[in-house]
């Protein structure tokens, strides 16, 4: 099971933080996705802090422990949207995701 | 630049079976670098993966939906399907298909196709 705060409100300009807590993270390889309404989910980090062509610095990764954060720098009103992280799952065999952020510009 | 499209009908009796295709167009689905995996968003919830398959045809599942998953290849066709049986509301969602972006379990899924919805009801 993947923990995520189920929501978070931020300022223009300010900086998200947003985590994702469960068993055994500090050994997986932790992927985040931005799902925006209507639209197909988006890798946006992959490997904790790896970001796809594409992606702009402002969107950051890191792990401490067993829990990974996802950091969106100087937001805008684009970024607002739903954020999901996943990992693989080696007891199960299976992929898992967390169930989601959701992230509102104010 | 490789695209993916999900189709199959969006209403589905109760009982009956949901049948839906992803097809790859700019690459190849018997890609010995990918493997491809279908993930579903119910309405009002978050995403769930439903599985994974392989060049191969070899599959990963989710335990909880194992029972009526079934997924396959057709690399003459470059798609990939999956059916899911004995349907309720339930299984009510937006359905997803997404390549991995390389054959190791743990790899993330890179490109996504746009999404079917699904409505299961009488």
Known sequence: VLTQPPSMSVAPGQTARITCGGNNIAIKSVHWYQKRSGQAPALVLYDESDRPSGIPERFSGSKSGNTATLTISRVEAGDEADYYCQVWDTVTDQVVFGGGTQLTVL | QVQLQESGPGLVKPSETLSLTCTVSGGSISSHVHYWGW???????????????????????????????????????????????SV????????????HNHQLTGSPMDVWGKGITVTVSS
Not at chain 2, 52 to 58: E, L, N, P, Q, R
């Open chain 2, 88 to 99: 309720t509301a339930a299984d009510t969602a937006v359905y997803f298909c997404a390549r």
């Open chain 2, 39 to 85: 993930i579903r968003q119910p309405p009002g919830k978050g995403l769930e993966w439903i599985g994974g398959i392989f060049h191969s045809g070899s599959t990963y599942d989710n335990e909880a939906l194992k029972s009526r998953v079934t997924m396959s290849i057709d690399t003459s066709k470059n798609q990939c399907s999956l059916r899911l049986t």
